[in-house]
């Protein structure tokens, strides 16, 4: 277990817009035209797996995303929310909290899949449109 590893992304880089950044972790905005309210919760600490961190550390982390992904409800009022802490790709622990449509390219597959539709434009920029009050209820809920 290592508290920073300069070949990790999220370790030399923010991983995002920084919404809220606390003592042991951060939140941020995707930058995914695709999915507007896209967020990730990121553990400053480079480590792995949830079991790398403490009881009370894994606690104060799902606290974060439970609040990431009730603000993203709340505000971007999504079909359904896909929470994902995969870390194949950059084994940093890190959680995503997507939110998902009907009509999002990916929908009802995991955003990862192939694409199955391009989302209209107009659905697109009603979800931008949301962003800033999802920056205000972040923010205000830590």
């Not at 930058?31 to 079991?51: L, N, Q, S």
Request: charged content about 20%.
């Amino acid at each position: 277990m290592t508290t920073h590893s300069v070949d990790c992304e999220l370790c030399s880089g923010d991983g995002g817009e920084i919404l809220h950044r606390a003592e042991k972790f951060r939140v941020v905005l995707v930058d995914d035209a695709m999915y507007p309210g896209f967020c990730r919760v990121i553990w400053h600490r480079h480590v792995k797996e949830m079991t790398d961190l403490s009881t009370a550390d894994r606690a104060l982390f799902m606290d974060a995303v439970w609040i990431v992904e009730t603000a993203v409800r709340n505000i971007m009022l999504p079909e359904k929310i896909n929470l994902a802490c995969l870390g194949n790709m950059t084994p940093h622990l890190h959680w995503h909290v997507i939110p998902r449509y009907l009509d999002d390219a990916h929908f009802p597959s995991p955003v990862w899949a192939q694409a199955q539709r391009q989302p209209l434009p107009a659905s697109l920029a009603q979800r931008q449109a949301l962003l800033g009050a999802l920056r205000a209820a972040i923010s205000e809920q830590f």
